[in-house]
């Protein structure tokens, strides 16, 4: 959509596109208090300045994603963040996932945007170290910079 359809759509009707691109009530609602915007860039640093999330929105808002290296029809926008991960990998992560979520007791999040599948595996993998408060606060930021990607693709100049 073009910022100026986003700059003057009621709350209702432009609240979704912000929650499809970060399912945080807070962020989105920031965003839309913070219209008119001049440019996306602007829009981009007000996502950041509503940054950190808070541990129970990084919660929720994981409960929105699917895995890494799962196939999904859902959602389309992370089938393309993680086109890097092809069919021979899916095992790998299937079993890497597991452990991560006995782990954490949620996903493995991250911004897989032109990332391939063996590098989006080490991380994985080197996550696993982190205490849960770190891998939290960690998941976060990569939801945080998800959802700037995905708003720089729904709203345009």
């Not at 359809?5 to 432009?14: K, V």
């Not at 808002?61 to 895995?67: E, K, L, S």
């Not at 926008?77 to 991960?85: A, D, I, K, L």
């Not at 990607?149 to 100049?157: C, G």
């Amino acid at each position: 959509m073009e910022l100026s359809w986003f700059n003057s759509a009621a709350d209702d009707e432009a609240g979704p596109l912000l929650t499809a691109c970060l399912a945080v009530p807070r962020w989105a609602g920031t965003l839309l208090d913070g219209r008119p915007y001049p440019d996306v860039d602007a829009l981009v640093k007000a996502a950041e300045a509503a940054e950190p999330l808070r541990a129970g929105e990084v919660e929720a808002a994981i409960a929105a994603h699917p895995r890494i290296g799962a196939k999904t029809e859902k959602d389309s926008w992370s089938s393309t963040e993680q086109s890097g991960v092809d069919d021979s990998e899916a095992a790998l992560f299937q079993a890497a996932n597991a452990e991560y979520e006995t782990r954490f007791g949620h996903v493995y999040l991250v911004c897989a945007s032109g990332r391939s599948g063996a590098e989006l595996l080490a991380d994985l993998r080197a996550r696993l170290t982190n205490d849960p408060a770190t891998e939290l606060a960690v998941a976060g930021a990569e939801l945080a910079k998800i959802a700037k990607l995905r708003l720089r693709k729904a709203v345009t100049a």
